[in-house]
């Protein structure tokens, strides 16, 4: 991390940028009236950058713009595409998480984040009932989401995986969800019963035959193997959905989906896969 972006002659854990201003994102600041905080009314957007690139941006602001327009929300595309790049040129080739958030009160918040690398997911079946007025909408309102991970932390598992009251599978809290029937085929839920248009969802169905199917929770415990596909995550196996487990995960679906989304950033980005993954 280049020497601009230190503070005390620290590398910064999380650059930010607040309405342009370059900072620390642990001690920046928003105006405590903003119903951004208050109320969750505001809308994120979440971008891998690998070497300070941002995978799939334009993808990610144009979600944005479908999200700010169904919560009636001003979408300044352009200033934030310049204070996007100004953070990333001073944070150097970083590979980190980007979370990108407009409030109610007119804050522009982008803040790196830390990659994770999380282990096969544990899941459980968690009932939600999806909001019909902010389908499709990423917004700050995410309260129930983490709710829901925390009712499977305290079974015992990692990650909730939504179901809606009439049993069909919806998906993980912050992933997309496929499964693999007993017969082979590679499926996931589709949009209408209540999902995200999950942008590495569309990276891995544009790679592999993938049906767009409705989930019932016994499809999934049929499954011969699932995994997830979120950008914190890329693609995740599962290892256990309730009283389900697969075993050695991940599976030889899981390795293509892998494969797959590690080939579309190579090319989409232009760097090796030695500069990416190391190997």
């Not at 972006?5 to 620390?24: I, M």
């Amino acid at each position: 991390m280049p020497e601009s972006c230190e503070r005390h002659g620290r590398p910064l854990e999380r650059p930010a940028s607040v309405d342009g201003v370059l900072c620390d994102g642990q001690t920046a600041t928003v105006p405590l009236c903003d119903d951004g905080l208050l109320r969750g009314d505001g809308a994120f957007e979440f971008v891998r950058c690998y070497a300070g690139r941002p995978f799939a941006l334009a993808d990610h602001l144009e979600r944005m713009a479908r999200t700010c327009a169904t919560i009636r929300l001003p979408f300044p595309r352009r200033q934030l595409e310049e204070e996007i790049a100004a953070l990333l040129a001073w944070a150097g080739p970083v590979f980190s998480d980007m979370r990108v958030v407009l409030t109610r009160g007119g804050r522009r918040i982008v803040l790196l984040e830390p990659f994770l690398d999380p282990p096969p997911a544990r899941l459980a079946f968690v009932a939600d009932s999806p909001r019909g007025v902010l389908g499709g909408a990423k917004s700050l309102s995410y309260a129930g989401n983490m709710l829901a991970k925390r009712l499977a932390a305290e079974r015992g598992f990692d990650e909730a995986l939504l179901t809606r009251p009439d049993g069909v599978v919806m998906e993980v809290q912050q992933a997309a969800f496929f499964w693999v029937t007993p017969q082979g085929d590679v499926c996931t839920p589709p949009l209408a019963d209540g999902i995200l248009d999950s942008i590495t969802r569309r990276v891995v169905m544009k790679h592999l035959d993938v049906s767009e199917r409705t989930c019932r929770t016994e499809d999934a415990l049929a499954a011969s193997e699932a995994f997830l596909a979120g950008t914190a995550r890329e693609v995740q196996a599962v290892s256990v959905i309730e009283s389900r487990t697969f075993a050695c995960p991940p599976g030889p679906v899981t390795r293509r989906a892998v494969a797959a989304y590690r080939g579309e950033v190579e090319e989409q980005l232009g760097l090796s896969g030695a500069e990416l993954w190391g190997a």
